[in-house]
């Protein structure tokens, strides 16, 4: 039945169509349905009779005007998404009758600043207050069992909350981005810090793992910046990539005594047999020196380590791997162990300050963006080197990169041409078209310099440079060895001579200038300057004849 915009079906409001306002729902409703007010922007205030038990899910959704609701006793279930994106909602009286609060139920509720969960309520479903903004204070029953995957992610006001030691478990991303979050007591039955549970915690300053926790998941802590100490208790087993990275002010982790499978030393937390590096303290500063006997570095080990400057590496290491030393900003140059084969993605991605590597005579492969976005200048790859995938070099502007075997490249997976591309193991006409010019500007400078690259890969790159010479030109006018090349191989021919000449003096290089005169001057022979002067006259004359005929001859008093 409809009575002024509600449709009732057995007790149940299956849709409002009214005006808005202040909404009072009729006392035969028992029950408000699926989607019942969705999308209902006029809806100010609603009160829900005596008789309701149950709010079904995503019944006010994005009512964005919606400021104020009565609940009464006798409600016992909240549905999923009830009140998601409800942003005037300023507060809420929950019912102690209330059992289930569904997932989502409150989340973009930005005006929401504190709340009470009654006591019969076990579990905080996954989102149930994501991104509330201004959320403040929170009351949580004293027999809560669980707090859901993303509970308070996004929660930027949440400065603390008393989580009772009834709760077993803690989501995934359970406290992302709760920025301001500076303490917290996580129970004794906890077993599993989740991943990214305090990631991006900036304000976290103190917390305390507690006996009997095994595992700590990936980017558990990661960029929690108030963090400067820690213990991992004796029950830790498992701790998972990035866990603690970023956290720039975490310089001291201690490793509980008795622990089975981790130790502490030199800043670096290792494999109870010493055999691993499974990550570094984030805070570390200066240079790291990795013990002696180390054999493997972890995935991830000095990610995001900012305060880094170099890393000694002894020669036991063999294997390490992907993302190790991945935005480690400050790290300057890296030399690699002389056993390791093989370089895994990501592996210095983003080492903004990396200007030097030294890569291993025994390795055979580089991995997807392995020192992409690094300052890398020069890199010589071995000859024992068969394989590199995609964007390894990406961003790195390198003036010099040197192949010392066959490799085959694709795409650019050196990076930004032009740079010196010095492969002479491979021939000319098999670079890739993208790094035809870097093959060029390589030969130039080996020319320059005296070395040799080979008798067919020098012919094909001159007759490359001969045909390509128009295009070449302004290449040459920066990379002044090219333009030697061209000279002394006498590659340019006269009439090219006076553009040239005019690039020259337009960049105000005199030694172009002067290169070019001389190669002018050796090659065509002494400059007449009364043949010059004529030659220009009839250029003029041409022009000038031409114009006429366009009809765009100008004035004389132009």
């Avoid at 998404?81 to 989340?107: D, H, N, Y």
């Avoid at 915690?201 to 990661?222: D, K, N, Q």
């Avoid at 956290?247 to 008795?258: C, P, T, V, Y």
Wanted: charged letters at 20%; a negative charge; proline letters at 5%.
């Amino acid at each position: 039945m409809a009575q002024k915009g509600f449709t009732i079906q057995n007790g149940v409001l299956k849709k409002y169509s009214g005006s808005g306002g202040a909404v009072v729902i009729p006392e035969e409703v028992t029950a408000i349905g699926e989607d019942a007010f969705w999308g209902c922007n006029s809806l100010t205030s609603v009160v829900i009779p005596k008789g309701v038990t149950v709010i079904g899910p995503e019944a006010f959704r994005h009512c964005e005007h919606l400021a104020s609701v009565t609940i009464p006793e006798g409600v016992v279930e909240i549905g999923d998404m009830a009140f998601l994106g409800c942003e005037a909602l300023e507060a809420i009286t929950l019912p102690q009758s209330l059992k289930r609060l569904g997932s989502q139920v409150f989340p973009y509720c930005n005006k929401l600043t504190s709340i009470v969960i009654p006591e019969k309520v076990r579990q905080i479903e996954d989102d149930l207050f994501s991104d509330c903004l201004k959320l403040q204070s929170v009351t949580l029953p004293k027999k809560l069992k669980s707090i859901g995957d993303c509970a308070f992610s996004g929660c930027e006001s949440l400065c603390s909350l008393d989580i009772p030691e009834t709760v077993k478990e803690i989501g995934d991303d359970a406290f992302l981005y709760c920025i301001k979050l500076s303490q917290l007591h996580i129970p004794a039955g906890v077993t599993k810090i989740a991943s990214g549970t305090f990631d991006s915690c900036y304000s976290l300053s103190h917390i305390t793992i507690p006996e009997g926790v095994t595992e700590i998941g990936e980017r558990a802590f990661f960029e929690c910046l108030g963090l400067t100490s820690i213990t991992i208790p004796a029950s830790v087993t498992t701790i998972e990539r990035e866990a603690f990275s970023a956290s720039d002010n975490l310089a001291r982790i201690e490793i509980a005594a008795g622990n089975p499978r981790f130790k502490a030393e030199n800043g670096l937390v290792l494999s109870a047999d010493g055999k691993t590096v499974e990550f570094c303290t984030p805070g570390l500063s200066g240079l790291c020196e990795i013990p002696q006997g180390v054999r493997n570095i972890a995935w991830y080990a000095f990610s995001q380590c900012q305060k880094l400057t170099g890393v000694l590496i002894p020669p036991s290491v063999t294997t390490i791997g992907a993302g190790a030393f991945g935005g480690c900003s400050k790290l300057a140059s890296l030399t690699l162990p002389p056993k390791m084969k093989k370089i895994s993605a990501y592996f210095c991605l983003d080492c903004k300050s990396l200007r030097e590597v030294t890569l291993p005579p025994a390795l055979t492969s580089i991995g997807t963006e392995s020192f992409a976005g690094t300052a890398l200048e020069t890199v010589t790859i071995p000859a024992t080197v068969t394989t590199m995938k995609a964007r390894a070099f990406q961003g790195c502007h390198l003036r010099r990169a040197v192949l010392q075997g066959e490799l085959k490249l694709s795409g650019q997976i050196l990076g930004k041409a032009p740079f010196e591309l010095i492969a002479g193991e491979i021939p000319f006409s098999q670079l890739p078209q993208a790094y035809r010019v870097c093959g060029v500007l390589g030969f130039a400078a080996c020319y320059q310099e005296g070395q040799a690259l080979g008798e067919e890969y020098q012919a094909e790159c001159l007759q490359y440079i001969k045909g390509q010479r128009k295009r070449l030109y302004p290449l040459a006018m920066k990379h002044p060895a090219l333009l030697s090349v061209m000279v002394s191989e006498k590659l340019i021919p006269r009439e090219d001579m006076e553009n040239l000449l005019q690039q020259a003096a337009k960049l105000k290089r005199a030694e172009l200038n002067a290169m070019l005169l001389e190669y002018q001057s050796r090659t065509f022979g002494a400059i007449d300057p009364e043949l010059e002067l004529e030659k220009e006259l009839r250029r003029e004359r041409k022009r000038q004849q031409k114009l006429s005929e366009e009809g765009g001859l100008p004035d004389a008093g132009e």
